[in-house]
Every structure is written in C-alpha cells, then in structure tokens.
C-alpha cells in the first residue's frame, strides 16, 4: 500500500505472485476495505504516519511490514507513480532477505516527540542567538563564544547611550524571545531528564565515557530493538558510523563514513566522544586507554573522535542486549595522558 494524506494506491498478489489488486482509494474507503479483507499481509513505505496505520491495520488481524524507502525504491521498475511505488513495496516485501522497520507504539513516538521538539528549541534558540550577536555587531558591541554570553550582551546593550531607540526596541523584543526559549527548552530537558530516570536502561547506557543522560535517551528512544542488529557493527554501521566500502577485484578501499541512519542519534554519540577525547589530550580524563592514545599518536583528533563514537555504540548495544552494566576498562594513570 503506498500511502498519502487522502489517496491510497493497493497492489495485491496471490500465492503464485500473479497481481490480483490494484485500486485507488480515499481514506475512508481504505479503512472500510481492510476491516472485511480478510487477515493478510500488507506493506507500507516507512514514512510519516506510516505506524499509525501499522498499528491500526493490526487491529483488524493483518500483518504490517515497514520497508525503509532506500529498500524499496530499486524494485521500482519506471516512472514515477503511487501504482509504480504501490507494486514496487510488494515486490520488495517479498525478498527473503529484506529488512523491515519494527512498528512503534504510541508511547514511542510520544517520546520521538520530544525529542524532535527539543532539537528545534536548540535551532531556533541557536538561531536568534546568531542574529543578536550580528545585530550587535552592528553597534560596535560583541561578546565571548557561548550561549552564556548572550544574555550579558543584551544587558549590556539597555544600558549602552549609543543604541538608537528603535534599535533598543528591537532588541528588547529579541530578549523577550530568548528567554522564552530558554525556559521552553528548560521544560524540555526537565521531562526529558525525568523519562531517562526512569528508564533501568537509559540509566546504565548514561554510565558509559562520553554518552550521558542526553545521548543514553536518544540510544535508547532512537534505537528499533537491538535484537533486530547481528552484531554491534551492524549497530554502528546502521547509524553511519562505520566507512564506505568501496571494495573490487579484492582491493579493499575504505572511504569515510557513510552518514547512514539517523543524523542527531550519529551527531550527539560523536560531540560526545570529542568532549571525552578533549579531557584525555589534556591530561584531565580517566577514560584513557592504551587503544585511544595509540590512536591519538597516529591519527588526527577528528578522525579518533569518530573512532571512539564508533566503539561507544557498539558497548551501547552490548549492553542493551545483555542488561549488563557499564565495565570501566583499565585506564593509564593521568600523568600517562596527555597526548
């Protein structure tokens, strides 16, 4: 089934893969179909709403399966359509090796939710924080890097004699915007803080060097089912931390990572081990292994730090298979750091 907000486009085959189906329906007419269908097998492109209807197929007995748009978009045969796209997801969902996204339930994505909100109070916080920088630029008034420096240059910009009036005005409207944000965002990360305590989970992957309640949230928010991935680099490979392949004729050539997956899940695990890398290069950290400075000694800082993000989603998904809790590795003394 391929899905839209008002028109649904049905493929349907038999046993032997010959099409028996194909129909256009609106919305309500959809829904009246699969309640006297009776219980089949039925794809759906995982895409917005797709685990809504996931889970209100369910309820009239049939079997929903999710297929990532990249999977589903090489059995497109030509054009571009809803019966070109409807026929390609049944195409697909027949393959016996392909993969298939694990339906949310309402509670997940409420939480997906929040997630979601707070990256967008951070951007248009970030946002307005830049403008107000540039503006005050303007007038000959900056300030250190830092959110933290931003409401000391608005105070400073009150009581500054050479701010025209119209620009004092406007300014006053940007600090009323900021702080609103700030306090929205303050809300925000209380709930999120308070999901994460309780969560067993999320509060033993927050034990892990470089991760934190912040990244042990989106692991395990983000995260289909952990038994769904082979090994842990299927795990890290499934978030783009792991290289291109680029391998023929038995040359193997590696290229930089493939970006694959979720952006911020993959973004927050590699802020997180630059911050963890940052303390270990001056001496400050306790998480220095004889494997991180080696690697320190012969590649560059950016690289190692995806390194180590690479190495924390794999000790993620160990322990989220296992239950077990964070193993401290032994670690050189500090005065063995600095590298």
Same mark, same amino acid.
């Given at each position: ?24 329906l ?28 996931a ?6 007995g ?17 054009g ?16 016996p ?8 339930t ?11 909100m707070r ?26 890097k ?9 105070d400073?910009?009150t009581?500054?004699?050479g ?24 809300? =925000?990360?209380a709930?999120l803080? &308070?999901?994460?305590?309780?969560? +067993?989970?999320?509060? #033993?992957? !927050?034990?892990? @060097?470089?991760?934190g309640?912040i990244g ?46 979720d ?16 303390h ?31 190495? =924390?989603?794999?000790?993620?998904? &160990?322990?989220?298979m296992t239950? +077990?809790?964070?193993? #401290?590795? !032994?670690?050189? @003394? ?6």
């Amino acid at each position: 089934m391929d899905t839209s907000k008002h028109v649904f486009q049905l493929h349907g085959v038999n046993a032997a893969e010959q099409p028996v189906l194909r129909k256009k329906l609106r919305r309500v007419e959809m829904i009246a179909f699969f309640e006297k269908l009776p219980a089949t097998t039925v794809a759906i492109e995982a895409c917005g709403s797709s685990h809504h209807w996931a889970r209100l197929l369910g309820t009239f007995g049939h079997e929903v399966k999710l297929i990532a748009p990249q999977l589903s978009k090489p059995y497109v045969k030509r054009g571009k359509n809803d019966a070109a796209d409807a026929e390609a997801l049944c195409e697909a969902m027949s393959r016996p090796t392909m993969r298939f996204v694990p339906v949310k339930t309402s509670e997940q994505q409420a939480s997906l939710m929040l997630i979601g909100m707070r990256e967008r109070l951070v951007r248009n916080r970030t946002q307005l924080a830049n403008a107000i920088r540039g503006y005050a630029a303007e007038f000959g008034l900056t300030a250190a890097k830092g959110m933290c420096k931003v409401e000391p240059l608005l105070d400073r910009v009150t009581i500054d004699p050479g701010i025209p009036a119209l620009a004092s005005e406007l300014f006053a409207s940007h600090a009323a915007e900021y702080r609103q944000l700030s306090e929205q965002l303050d809300d =925000i990360d209380a709930k999120l803080i &308070k999901w994460h305590r309780g969560n +067993e989970c999320s509060r #033993r992957l !927050a034990q892990i @060097p470089g991760v934190g309640p912040i990244g042990a949230c989106l692991l395990m928010m983000k995260t289909p089912a952990p038994e769904l991935f082979a090994s842990g680099r299927q795990f890290s490979a499934w978030m783009g931390l792991t290289p291109k392949d680029h391998s023929t004729a038995g040359k193997s050539r590696p290229g930089i990572i493939t970006r694959a997956g979720d952006e911020t899940l993959r973004t927050t695990l590699v802020v997180g081990a630059t911050a963890l890398l940052q303390h270990v290069r001056t001496g400050r950290g306790k998480n220095a292994t004889p494997w991180l400075l080696e690697l320190l000694k012969r590649k560059p800082p950016k690289l190692v730090a995806v390194a180590l993000a690479n190495k =924390i989603a794999r000790i993620a998904w &160990k322990m989220m298979m296992t239950g +077990e809790a964070y193993q #401290r590795s !032994a670690a050189l @003394p500090p005065q063995e750091c600095v590298a």
